[in-house]
């Protein structure tokens, strides 16, 4: 079966519509209608009349998506896409930090479960992550989960008291110092270094640039350097080569299975058959939406 030809058809006959994170295998974000980082994919959702959103990322985007648009069918093409982050956090160990910091506000990345969100008083994105921090009304905060991306932003808002949790990406937390390193001495400082904020400090330390995939395509286009060292996902590789043709990539090969578990034959089934609905109790789905929108709020103050 041609799968893009099928999943064409069947997208001309339904009302909906395919929403891809930049990690996602190259086929899917070549069929899919919008492909963005966290944040704009959160947003994009408000917009779309489509009664159904398939969602090519990870479990939380998808649960996302169902929180800001509760009225409309979102579908996961792979129940086994689940971002291991969200494990590493639970509401109890938020309630924990809550007790001992009764004044603190609860700011929870968007990689966490819906249950956090919904005991959240806001939500951020590695894009937005500083905005809201900076705008919440608040100087002593408890961050969830992400301590690289949490304490990236303590360094950038010291008049803050950020509370920081154990949580972190396994796939960017081991990126290794000693391959960047390697690239600066081989290239002489001729590369321009791009890193996420989840990579750990030293790699953090070593780049010239930190952003979420948005913001990381984005500043290739402003950068002068025709050459690039990128630390994130190799997902992220198939929109700068294709937005960038002129410019040279260098990856090391960092692989998220979580967000390559999608293929396109699970998205046709998707599609046909509109299975792997996310299902949220309503009461939860309330809570986390008000976090949801606190987000949007602050972010764009
Ligand atoms: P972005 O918000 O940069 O798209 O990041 C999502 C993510 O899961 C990074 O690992
Ligand atoms: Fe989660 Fe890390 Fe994968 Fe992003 S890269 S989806 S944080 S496991």
């Given at each position: 079966m041609n799968y893009k030809e099928e999943i064409i058809k069947l997208k001309k006959e339904k009302n909906v519509a395919i929403l891809a994170h930049y990690y996602v295998r190259d086929e899917i974000q070549e069929l899919a209608d919008y492909v963005g980082d966290s944040y704009y994919l959160s947003k994009i959702g408000l917009k779309l009349d489509s009664e159904i959103i398939v969602f090519c990322g990870v479990n939380f985007m998808a649960e996302c998506a169902k929180i800001l648009s509760p009225h409309k069918k979102v579908?996961?093409?792979?129940?086994?896409?689940?971002?291991?982050?969200?494990?590493?956090?639970s509401k109890e160990d938020v309630l924990d930090l809550k007790s001992k910091y009764p004044n603190a506000k609860i700011v929870s990345y968007v990689n966490s479960s819906t249950d956090i969100k919904a005991i959240s008083d806001a939500c951020c994105t590695s894009s937005n992550a500083y905005n809201v921090i900076k705008n919440i009304d608040a100087q002593e905060i408890i961050f969830v989960p992400d301590k690289n991306l949490g304490n990236y932003i303590q360094k950038k808002l010291p008049e803050k008291n950020i509370i920081l949790c154990n949580g972190f990406c396994c796939v960017h937390e081991n990126i290794d110092a000693k391959s960047v390193l390697n690239y600066k001495e081989k290239y002489n400082s001729k590369i321009t270094i791009l890193a996420h904020p989840e990579c750990n400090e030293e790699v953090r330390s070593l780049s010239d640039f930190i952003g979420s995939t948005g913001q990381m395509i984005e500043y290739v286009g402003k950068c002068n350097s025709k050459e690039f060292l990128i630390l994130t996902e190799e997902g992220i590789m198939y929109e700068l080569k294709n937005r960038y043709p002129d410019k040279i990539f260098h990856s090391?090969?960092?692989?998220?299975e979580p967000m390559k578990c999608t293929t396109i034959e699970d998205l046709y089934n998707s599609l046909l058959y509109e299975k792997n609905e996310i299902i949220l109790e309503e009461s939860l789905i309330k809570k986390a939406n008000n976090a949801l929108i606190n987000m949007l709020e602050l972010a764009s103050k």
């Open positions: 579908l996961l093409p792979n129940t086994k896409a689940e971002c291991h982050m969200v494990k590493l956090a090391l090969n960092i692989i998220c």
